[in-house]
């Protein structure tokens, strides 16, 4: 049995405000609820709504992003529902989707201690509900 599939290109438009910022994206990531999120170059946190080609930049998430790193780099839930994100320069940020806050960890802070460094390339939930963080070095 021969699988297909179509796949729809989003690319950013100038003349579109609910385009991608970037045609650069970074990460990208599906929550449990079926939203797909992504992390176009330097720009923040975009999330797709519903089934329309639009791209909203989350705004709760990405006026805390200016106080820490809008080089998002990785993307995954925890099974809590927040968002945990990879940064290139900041270590990793969980979004709390509930009180609409971000908190920061890198690799000073003591539930990290083993995050060697703070540019990270790669995370996923694993076994046991655990995240796995994978870093450049």
Known sequence: QILTFTFQQFTHDIN????????NVTC???DEQG???FGPNAS?????????????????I????DKFSRNITAITQGT???LWLGTWDKGVLIFDRNNQ???AYHRRCPELKALGEENIRVMER????GIWIGSSS
Not at 44 to 59: E, Q
Not at 126 to 129: D, H, K, L
């Open 16 to 23: 579109l405000p609910y385009s991608l910022s970037s045609n």
């Open 28 to 30: 990208g990531s599906e």
């Open 35 to 37: 939203t797909p999120w």
């Open 44 to 60: 923040g946190l975009y999330v797709k709504k519903n089934v329309s080609v639009d791209f909203h930049k989350h705004s709760g």
């Open 62 to 65: 990405n006026q805390e992003l």
């Open 80 to 82: 809590d529902g927040n």
């Open 101 to 103: 806050m971000l908190n």
């Open 126 to 129: 694993g076994p046991e509900n």
